[in-house]
């Protein structure tokens, strides 16, 4: 009986930029030899560059870390909501889902830094009382809106790991 194994699947878009990025990272430190950040913010910081402007981020993390992303959510993304998750496996982390609009280039530009300093300000408020945060209901009080783009191709890039398990008995290594 073969084992289950995850497929490693490759998401290829033609405009390099995803319309929509679903991010739900792990809850941890990283582990390294300088100073380790979390995991929430640095994710946040690598992958949300993905999103095309006018693009639509979803972000599953714990309220209090939000703030911590604060230098990427507030100039990066706007029309930002967020929502605390309600079911009892959600509410035991305290999560959130985080929503937003990726900016453009030019609206990224016109921000100063008194507008910069407010949006932190808000995220905040809004994330400092866990209790407070509006529950993410079945009718949404708003929506996004996903531009419009050509599908996805999908591109299998692992390894062929039924047939390697096949093998294995035949391997000299193996056997020893």
């Known amino acids: 009986m073969k084992s289950s194994r995850a497929a490693s699947l490759t ?57 911590d992303c604060r230098t990427i959510l507030t100039p990066q993304f706007k029309d930002k909501a967020i929502y605390r998750l ?3 496996e959600a509410a035991a982390y305290k999560q959130v889902v985080v929503f937003g609009i990726r900016r453009t280039r030019q609206e990224r ?12 300000q808000k995220l905040n408020e809004v994330t400092r009382r866990y209790e407070q945060i509006p529950g993410l209901g079945d009718a949404p009080e708003r929506t996004y809106s996903v531009p419009p783009g050509p599908p996805a ?3 299998y890039r692992g390894l062929p790991l039924d047939t390697i398990e096949d093998l294995l008995d035949s391997s000299p290594a193996w056997r020893a």
Do not use: C
């Open 109 to 120: 530009e016109r921000l100063n830094d008194h507008a910069v300093n407010q949006g932190h």
């Open 153 to 155: 191709h999908l591109e």
């Open 86 to 88: 309600t079911e009892p």
């Open 11 to 67: 998401a290829t878009l033609p405009s390099s930029r995803s319309r929509l990025l679903y991010l739900n990272p792990p809850y941890d430190f990283e582990i390294g030899e300088g100073k380790n950040q979390r995991m929430e913010r640095l994710f946040l910081e690598h992958v949300g560059r993905w999103v095309r402007p006018g693009g639509v981020l979803v972000m599953v993390i714990p309220h209090d870390r939000v703030y």
